[in-house]
């Protein structure tokens, strides 16, 4: 369900001109419009990659000692994300935007890296882009997708609308992991010591509450203007207060603002660093790291970017209405195929796996069906190259609240599940509470494979389940076992 209204004129079934016809705008009943409002706000809600992979990589040091430089992180970020986005818009024709993964690149920077140099971590994730690659025109991912249940299809996207939601409220500083010290058995608490005592958390709730206010309304564009509005309070807010960024000199001020300090640049072009093009080696690891060691690092990397995307792209699918009966979307191998030329560019680009980003479903829930709107998000992640220093006004608080309102349209599936019965309800129900507990999609989506079969074994219904599946949810055990099998072999 989307959440902009139709327009007033119901667009026409025959295209307007090539453009329209090749991306299928009218076919699809939305508008340029519409495609351009969903372009801007998947960008919008997506933008903070910019800055946050740059941190994440930066950080961290390889198994020389050596750290990636945050400006030509930064300038990579965005150039692969722009072209990524574009080139899924034009072969994939479908509003799914793409950078670099988060969770992935946590695995890169502090698991992977240690163990080699930078170069050699970005040759994994390149083998394991072009393997993925290889599954995708063998039609295999294709065919694992099509076997997974129609309503476990549904769990994903409601487990994901959750996961979308916690983000958006922690990133926000709405929903905090309360101190070690504290003497209490809860992980979370609102806000600072239960209260909300903060400026860019009043933002945040403004914000919230406009947006949902608009979404009611049938507002166009309710999305984009709670993020742009809570984006211009914030500026006022920061140029009244100067209440300054969360981190300050490695001091913690939980009363700053996440990530970005709203303020107006001094300057809005940046010449952008691309030096980090090309630096990858997919050699070197076998011998540095020992084989048994990189294969269970590409097989890790592997498995969260094979069925990360697939969830994501049901989600998004869905929450567009994009699905066909099977729960499948449109040109679903041109996605996926994409998808793996974008985990390898990533590595070539020494920025980490790219992936599709399931805040895309912000620019559906504005009315984006196509591709169409990639070209909008693609191009704005291109000039972000050079405008670095505008991208860095808008702060999680102001963005966050876009996550929280498609979180609770992405919930609205939850209705297509039979809780009555238990063979789909409870992996259904295991898919949906994982991914935002545990903070992944392919956790999530890993135990519900495998007890969704387990389910049917059980029952004597070994037959209604697709032979794929079998082979996933043993891929999926070793996944989860892959520490305690670490342990023993290395």
């Known amino acids: 369900m989307a959440v902009a209204p139709p327009d007033d004129a119901i667009p026409p079934a025959t ?19 519409r495609e351009v409002r969903g372009g801007l706000a998947t960008f919008f809600t997506m933008a903070y990659i910019v800055v946050l992979n740059p941190l994440i990589l930066g950080s961290a040091v390889d198994g020389a000692g050596e750290r990636l430089p945050i400006p030509a992180l930064a300038a990579a970020t965005a150039l692969i994300a722009g072209l990524m986005t574009i080139l899924m818009g034009v072969v994939g024709r479908f509003p799914l935007a793409l950078a670099a993964g988060l969770g992935v690149n946590a695995l890169v920077a502090y698991e992977i890296a240690p163990e080699m140099t930078w170069a050699d971590a970005m040759g994994l994730v390149v083998i394991e882009g072009v393997i993925i690659a290889v599954l995708v025109l063998t039609g295999l991912r294709t065919a694992v997708f099509r076997s997974v249940p129609t309503q476990m299809k549904a769990a994903i996207g409601v487990g ?27 992980p979370v608490g609102l806000g600072i010591g239960g209260k909300l005592v903060s400026w860019p958390m ?13 979404v009611v309304r049938r507002v166009k564009g309710a999305i984009l203007i709670g993020i742009l509005a809570s984006t211009g309070l914030a500026l ?14 490695g001091v913690s001020n939980p009363k700053g603002w996440s990530l970005n300090v709203p303020e107006l640049p001094s300057r809005i072009l940046d010449v952008p660093d691309l030096s980090l093009l090309g630096r990858f080696n997919v050699l070197d690891s076998w011998t540095r790291a020992g084989w048994l060691v990189v294969l269970m690092f590409i097989f890790t990397l592997l498995i969260t970017d094979f069925f990360d995307t697939m969830g994501t792209m049901v989600a998004v699918g869905q929450e567009g209405g994009m699905l066909d009966e099977q729960g499948t979307p449109p040109r679903a191998k041109e996605i996926l195929l994409v998808d793996s030329i974008a985990a390898a560019s ?3 680009a020494s920025v980490s796996s790219n992936t599709s980003y399931i805040e895309s479903a912000a620019g559906v829930a504005e009315g984006a069906r196509t591709g169409a709107a990639n070209l909008v998000t693609g191009v704005l992640f291109l000039l972000a190259m050079f405008l670095a220093p505008l991208v860095l006004v808008v702060p999680f608080e102001a963005a966050s609240t876009a996550l929280v309102v498609v979180g609770f349209l992405m919930m609205t599936a939850v209705r297509t599940i039979d809780w009555t019965d238990f063979e789909i309800a409870i992996p ?29 074994l059980a029952r004597g219904k070994a037959r209604e389940v697709h032979p794929l599946l079998y082979g996933v949810a043993a891929l999926f055990v070793l996944y989860f076992l892959r520490g305690p099998i670490e342990s023993v072999l290395l």
Do not use: H
């Open 236 to 249: 006022v807010i920061e140029a009244l207060g100067n209440i300054g960024p969360s981190v300050v000199d």
């Open 15 to 33: 295209p307007r001109n090539s453009f329209d016809r090749y991306f299928e705008i009218s076919a699809r009943g939305s508008t340029l419009g």
């Open 346 to 348: 990533g590595g070539a």
């Open 428 to 456: 259904a129900f295991l898919t949906i509470v994982l991914m935002p507990f545990t903070y992944s999609i392919s956790n999530g989506i890993g135990a519900g494979l495998i007890v969704y079969v387990l389910m049917k």
């Open 160 to 186: 994901i609308g959750l996961f979308l939601t916690i983000i958006g409220l922690v990133d926000a500083g709405f929903v905090r992991r309360l101190p070690d010290a504290a003497n209490t058995t809860v």
């Open 202 to 214: 009043l933002v945040f709730v403004v914000g919230l509450l406009l947006t949902l206010v608009l």
